[in-house]
Every structure is written in structure tokens, then in C-alpha cells.
């Protein structure tokens, strides 16, 4: 569900190797469709409401919707989260020892069947939290504009022809997707 932008993603360095898929598909989901620093802030808010921790499953369900609204959190985001919290209670949302043995697509799979929680939302967690070296989230309009731009081109490619071209650069399609994210919008190829 979410497409991000050049700003608009988690950030890899702010993911901690043993973060819960559950905590990181909450973030994954305060940042869909919003810029970084808007999404920050509302995740600031939800930790300070926790003490300055993230909210276990059950502590998110015991949180007041007016707070959670208060934090910034849209009404259907708030759904999704308390769904997550409910799919983490129910084993329905696998650990981190877990989620890393898993392969790519079963976790894509399993994890998309949740509402709110998209390819590109899973994609996120496969490449931040879990630190998978080969996904291309071909989605993503960051990483489709890096593209047009290092190649200048007049229109992006489709997921599609982007998941065609990226096939050569596996199995490193994680560093592929960062150096897109990051071509200056200013970019003139040579």
C-alpha cells in the first residue's frame, strides 16, 4: 500500500538488526504516503505516549483512539495498526528469528494478506529490519524517478521494465534501490 518518494521511506540506519517485524510494519505504515519528517514526528508522539518505547502489541490496543489521532495518526491508519497489533497477538506476525529464516516472497505473502500492509510496505521491512541484500521495490516512485533521471529519460519505467532491468543487478538490488533513492533531482547523465 504506500509509495515513497525520495524522502518519504524509513530509513535504513534507524532500524536496529532486532527489530520486531511487527514494530517495523507500524513504522512501515506511520510513513506511507507522508514525508519522513511528518511521519517522525508521529511516530515521536506515539513513543512519548509509551515512555519513550515502542508499544507492545497490547499496549497499542490499550491505547485511546483520541491519542492515537492526537499522535497524527489518519483514522485508517489507525486501523491498520491496531490490526497489526492484533495480527502480532494472534502469532499471525512472525518474530525477527523468524521473519529471517523466512524466504522474500513467503513473507510478502503472509505479511500482505494484513489489511493496510502492501508489497511495498513488506518490501520496506525486508530491506530496513531485515536487512535483505536483494529487493527491488519497483513500486516504489522514488526508486522508478531515480531511474528516469540517471538515465534521462522523459518518463519513468513501469514496475514492470524496472523489474526486467533489475534483474541483472541481482543479487545486490538493495544497493541498486538506495543509489536511485539518492540520484540529485538535479541529475544531467553524461
Known amino acids: 500500500m504506500g509509495q515513497a518518494g ?3 521511506r524509513p530509513r535504513p540506519d534507524t532500524a536496529p538488526d532486532t ?4 514494530e517495523a510494519l507500524v513504522r ?24 519513550g518505547q515502542f508499544p507492545a502489541p497490547a499496549a497499542l490496543l490499550a491505547t485511546d483512539v483520541a491519542q492515537l489521532r492526537a499522535c497524527g495518526f489518519s ?4 486501523t491498520y495498526i ?12 512472525p518474530d525477527h528469528a523468524t521473519a529471517l529464516a523466512m524466504e522474500d516472497e513467503a513473507l510478502i505473502t503472509q505479511l500482505t494478506a494484513l489489511p493496510g500492509i502492501g508489497r511495498w510496505t513488506v518490501e520496506m521491512m525486508l530491506m ?8 527491488l521495490p519497483v513500486d516504489d516512485l522514488g526508486v522508478r524517478e531515480g531511474f528516469r533521471r540517471l538515465k534521462g529519460l522523459s518518463t519513468a519505467p513501469t514496475p514492470r521494465l524496472l523489474r526486467d532491468i533489475g534483474l541483472a543487478w541481482s543479487p545486490h538490488r538493495s544497493s541498486a534501490a538506495w543509489y536511485l533513492w539518492h540520484v540529485p533531482r538535479d541529475y544531467l547523465p553524461p
Open 6 to 8: 525520495n524522502n518519504d
Open 19 to 22: 527489530q520486531e517485524p511487527y
Open 28 to 51: 512501515a505504515v506511520a510513513y506511507q504516503q507522508l514525508h519522513g519528517k511528518a511521519a517522525a514526528a508521529i511516530l515521536g508522539r506515539l513513543l512519548e505516549l509509551h515512555g
Open 75 to 78: 483514522g485508517r491508519k489507525i
Open 82 to 93: 491496531t490490526g497489526l497489533a492484533q495480527a502480532a497477538l494472534a502469532g499471525n506476525i
Open 128 to 135: 530496513h529490519t531485515l536487512r535483505r541484500a536483494d529487493i
